[in-house]
């Protein structure tokens, strides 16, 4: 069903878990970490970047897609997000708002901090989402 | 289906469409309105507010709930958004993000500048929430 | 110096500190308060407004700010703000910059919980403010 | 009177200048390029990236910023920040606040298309900051 083959499936995972090391988190001492698969093949790793002013915060997904962006990518096929717990965490809503720019179709697996996981694809995770298609000015 | 009758909801429509008054909206020129009506029965109106820092956006919706938390309000039954062209407009993720933190229920009404309308609740709209009850600090 | 009264000031304060018992900050508990005057007089209340992704939350001051633009303000005299402690609060640098669009001459009272206070104009707490006059699109 | 040769503050210009060429900035059609440099000599380039929600972008700083943090980098000597006018374009207030969180003694340097720039300090950018310091719970 997924695009990725098993073990780009476990890398992608391998990678998520890694990045929460360098998550910065003083505030809410929640670390998370995020890997985000190009099309062509390349993973960016992504943590959460707090602020003293919460709403500062930018979350580990949104780190991993603004790197990927500002390194000439547009197009993505997966994401991985973990965290310190087994809970399945899921993107928050500015950040699916966010990958919701660059495609419809991007799996993302809510990684478990023992490597299990669920997949979704954004579609489903952000029905009737308000996008490029909806800006007169674009 | 809906927990408002015909009446409410028409004036719910009546509001939003209104509160797109004083959209202030000078780089998008999108205007939103949306309204808010509290369990209670109390109606707040918002519009967007924009910036010449994008990043510092705030969405109609978003004003309509932080009028209603800081006047004492924190359980809401459901909110009309509008724009003025005829295209369902949906509240961004952002913004279900925002309205998470007070009840998966709220029914969210997508209005047409010709008052036609899709009704949604906000558990089919961002659903695996990423919400309260997620952060462990809480 | 300051373009209101003594009477005004106090009062500014009183609502400002007022404001903090609407305050939605389950996650830092640090409540904050804001009262802004516009230029005819009127004043909006404001609290912080937290949520479970820290990057959604929204400021006290930003709060009032959109309150006051959503019913039709667009011009300001002055904002208190205040927390629970003498430590001479001031706005963070999102508030800055959302107040920015309104105007540099924004006075700005950082209250202690014991009413005691500091001024200052939005124009030195925000030099060379990025602002409306540097976006070519508007 | 700054910390960086001039050969590094004319390669730290280059390296802004560069980051534009990614942007993503369909809304407002106005590029903007940093490049932040870590105590230890490393270059982190960043390019706005917006979104159709207007509050969901983040700005050129934010990104180069985030880059860093995510590969274990918490101390920074100097940004430099371009568009493609000669305006000396500051960071915006969101943007000044993002920074503080890492030290109040970062240089700033507002570079024109044609290479010319000013120069600041962000503790003068954000006089009266609110930082991790006035957060109780950190
Ligand atoms: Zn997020
Ligand atoms: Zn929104
Ligand atoms: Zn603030
Ligand atoms: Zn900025």
């Not at 959460?48 to 997904?61: K, M, T």
């Not at 997949?119 to 029905?127: K, N, T």
């Amino acid at each position: 069903m997924s695009a990725l083959t098993n073990d780009q499936i476990e890398e992608l995972i391998t990678q998520s878990l890694e990045a929460r090391n360098f998550s910065y988190s003083p505030y809410s001492k929640f670390r998370v970490g995020a890997a985000l698969r190009t099309v062509d093949g390349k993973i960016y790793q992504g943590c959460n970047v707090e602020n003293a002013s919460y709403g500062g915060a930018i979350c580990a997904e949104r780190t991993a897609f603004v790197k990927a962006v500002s390194e000439g990518h547009l197009r993505f096929l997966a994401i991985a997000v973990s965290c310190d717990f087994n809970q399945y965490i899921s993107p928050c809503g500015i950040c699916r708002q966010f990958m919701n720019e660059f495609g419809k179709n991007l799996e993302i697996f809510f990684v478990n901090a023992d490597r299990t996981y669920k997949r979704a694809v954004l579609a489903d995770l952000l029905p009737y989402a308000f996008g490029p298609e909806d800006m007169p000015s674009k």
